[in-house]
């Protein structure tokens, strides 16, 4: 098991981004160097009286300076309080925590869909896929501009087509539209590998296209996880089982959140 640490991180940087949105650097060297894409932290919230830590997908790393960032959107108490945090202040963190993305050494291209919030953990997979010299195609979708994050670190790390439900930036329509595009204009090569994150309705749909066009993948999902360990199971997944009849299931917060799709059921 991945070694996890608990940090006393400083705020180095809190940045919005627009519609709600927040990208966070904190200084944690511990989990910097330990980290894989995919993975998540949990952090204490300050000034807060909510029980529970908030767990965020890691958005990138520099190991070289000891930081973590996370990209967050104000949704409750949490985020509310965390979107008021200062330079300097000090936050709690655990991780990094779950399984990230795998990198194997048979993909030779990827394809990344990302549907809202759910580009959160790419800008650190893009890196290691970078690291690893594998071109990256980038569909990412959101409701309309303002509601874009990080497009600018996505273009310097892969080819990047954009959606917007609006039409306010990029084509209009859905990721799912602008992924079944992509395909019909790019049949899948053998050795093409899909990663997906975004919105349960999304995943389901690119669950069942990747299925038409046998694309292997992976899907970070987006579930609620309160402990972080395992420990409270309230972010069971259910597995697909040979024998008809049985259920299963994962933990997302132990097993994944990073799952491979086609082991995985993604109920709407």
Not at 80 to 87: F, Q, T
Not at 227 to 254: D, N, S, T
């Amino acid at each position: 098991m991945a070694e996890k640490f608990i940090e006393n991180t400083r705020v180095v940087d809190l940045q919005p981004l627009g519609a709600a949105n927040f990208l966070l650097t904190l200084e944690a060297p511990l989990i910097s160097r330990a980290a894989t894409a995919g993975q998540f932290i949990q952090v204490a919230v300050p000034r807060c009286s909510v029980l529970w830590r908030r767990p965020f997908s890691i958005n990138d790393v520099s190991t070289e300076n000891g930081l973590v960032e996370i990209l967050f959107q104000i949704l409750g108490r949490g985020t509310r309080a965390l979107a008021e945090v200062k330079r300097g202040d000090t936050l709690n963190v655990i991780g990094p925590l779950g399984n990230g993305f795998r990198v194997e050494s048979t993909v030779r291209r990827a394809l990344i869909v990302a549907g809202g919030l759910g580009i959160a953990p790419f800008p650190f997979l893009l890196k290691r896929l970078g690291e690893a010299s594998i071109p990256s195609v980038v569909l990412y979708g959101v409701g309309r501009r303002e509601q874009l994050c990080c497009v600018d670190r996505l273009r310097e790390r892969a080819e990047v087509y954009l959606c917007t439900l609006d039409g306010s930036a990029g084509e209009q329509g859905t990721v799912v539209d602008l992924l079944e595009k992509h395909l019909r204009e790019n049949p899948p090569i053998p050795d093409l590998h899909l990663f997906t994150c975004g919105p349960t309705p999304m995943m389901r749909k690119v669950q069942t296209i990747a299925e038409k066009h046998q694309l292997s993948g992976q899907a970070s999902l987006e579930t609620v996880m309160a402990c972080g360990f395992g420990a409270c199971v309230g972010c069971a997944v259910p597995m697909r089982h040979p024998q008809p009849g049985v259920q299963e299931y994962y933990l997302a917060c132990k097993d994944g959140p990073v799952f491979n799709l086609e082991e995985i059921i993604i109920h709407d």
